[in-house]
């Protein structure tokens, strides 16, 4: 079928585009889960200074990811497709597997260094898969409800990633040891290489059957991409609601591992605590979608949010809850999670193509954006709760060191875990609810 025919994907041809996910999922989870676990526990670098190393990475991701997603607006323009920024997206193996193969020497600053210089790498190399790839449901042309639909297949297609990376990393890497953290990089590394050549396939495949939306034919500035992306008053409403929430899923992830080990004092509940939160995705994200032709996306958003406020509110019994009951607690929250997922990502096509029947065409500009919104979020989160821990008090330790943390650091750890992710996900319901898209006026 040629290019500019309009069709419903294929439901192969979504398999193999949401294998992307897969690789993706890994990079999203690992560093998230276990970069500031693995800087403060194994390599002996301060709360202060491991955060640092987490946010700086992300601040120049917000420079970078709308230049790219005008680099990758102007390729589609000559070329007809954006594979080939992708194609520099495969070499994230090599940064994710240099990333955690720290020098036998290196502790304290030198180890922050190494690894930030790392992720600052592997940052850009995702950021050049992740913005062709998500402007792939922006580029093609279908409608409202088939732009949840491929979504869906990519939002679970995710958490499979999501959940593999983080019950199988955290799993590999239980002893603390250097050794460990290399073995896991390399084999989480291998897979996500092998699901980035299949995704690439898929997103042909999908452009070839539904039709291409070629951007402008006239190339923007960076400058002048920004200022229209922010000038989209819904599409901005959209980005500053997902920073909050992006800022609190990845708080929670940076989290787990601390709550597991100094509130149940069993480290190996991390990976219990990943399935429990990512599992549920599977079953939900369907749901989700059947729940989105009934009521719409915005207001399935906002219930996802709310569950996800009055999950984090729950789990400041701590201990007292028990293990079971915070594994239920756990499982309403990735059910939400879904959601969150699920909803947000698939209006960003609607505000694209909201913005295309207004006359103006940039969906690399705004996935641009968009993806620098949640990659600054992937940062804040663990920032946030690492500044929380160092207000508390709570000591860095090396490899093979026990140190009995201090009253205020387990209270810091805690209502980090809790409150603050609650705060921050109310905030991004204020910013939602301000967001007025309706979907039956796009279809």
Same mark, same amino acid.
């Given at each position: 079928m040629s290019v500019g025919t309009e069709a419903a994907p294929r439901t192969g041809d979504l398999v193999k585009y949401s294998t992307g996910s897969l690789g993706m999922g890994v990079w999203v989870t690992v560093p998230g889960l276990l970069l500031l676990y693995f800087l403060t526990h194994t390599l002996g670098v301060s709360p202060f200074l491991a955060g640092l190393v987490l946010l700086l990475p992300k601040i120049i991701d917000a420079v970078v990811h709308p230049l790219l997603g005008t680099l990758s607006d102007r390729q589609a323009r000559r070329s007809g497709n954006r594979r080939g920024m992708l194609r520099w997206g495969l070499l994230l193996a090599v940064a994710m597997t240099a990333m955690f193969t720290v020098p036998a020497g290196f502790s304290g600053t030198a180890a922050a260094l190494w690894v930030g210089a790392w992720y600052i790498a592997g940052n850009l190399l995702f950021a050049c898969f992740q913005v062709p790839y998500l402007t792939t449901p922006s580029d093609l042309k279908i409608g409202y409800h088939e732009r949840t639909r491929v979504f869906m297949f990519r939002m679970l297609f995710l958490t499979l990633g999501l959940l593999g990376a983080g019950v199988v990393a955290p799993a590999m890497v239980s002893a603390g040891g250097r050794g460990d953290y290399v073995k896991m990089a390399l084999v989480l590394s291998a897979g996500m290489a092998v699901t980035g050549f299949v995704a690439l396939k898929g997103v042909r495949d999908l452009t070839t059957r539904c039709g291409f939306r070629a951007p402008d034919a006239r190339d923007h500035s960076f400058l002048d991409d920004i200022k229209v992306a922010w000038r989209d008053r819904e599409f901005r409403t959209l980005v500053l609601s997902y920073l909050f929430t992006g800022t609190t899923t990845h708080l929670f992830l940076a989290a787990v591992p601390f709550y597991t080990e100094y509130v149940f004092e069993n480290s190996g509940l991390t990976a219990a605590f990943m399935g429990a939160f990512l599992g549920p995705a599977l079953i939900a994200g369907p749901v989700w979608q059947r729940i989105s032709r009934r009521i719409g996306k915005q207001r399935g958003l906002l219930i996802s949010q709310g569950i996800f406020i009055a999950g984090s509110l729950a789990l400041l019994a701590g201990e007292r809850l028990g293990v079971a009951a915070t594994v239920v607690v756990i499982v309403a929250l990735g059910s939400a999670f879904a959601g969150l997922q699920l909803f947000a990502f698939s209006m960003v096509p609607d505000a694209v193509a909201a913005a295309e029947a207004q006359g103006s065409s940039r969906a690399g500009a705004y996935t641009g954006v968009w993806t620098a919104t949640e990659a600054t979020g992937t940062a804040i989160g663990p920032y946030v709760y690492s500044a929380v821990l160092a /207000?508390?008090?709570?000591?860095? %330790? %090396?490899?093979?060191?026990?140190?009995?943390?201090?009253?205020?650091? &387990? %209270?810091?750890?805690? /209502?980090?875990? %809790? &409150?603050?992710?609650?705060?921050?996900?109310?905030?991004?319901?204020? /910013?939602?609810?301000?967001?007025s898209l309706d979907g039956s006026a796009l279809r």
């Open positions: /207000f508390g008090g709570f000591v860095s %330790t %090396t490899d093979g060191q026990d140190v009995a943390q201090a009253d205020s650091a &387990l %209270t810091a750890l805690v /209502f980090g875990f %809790t &409150l603050v992710p609650a705060v921050l996900m109310a905030v991004a319901i204020l /910013f939602q609810r301000r967001y």
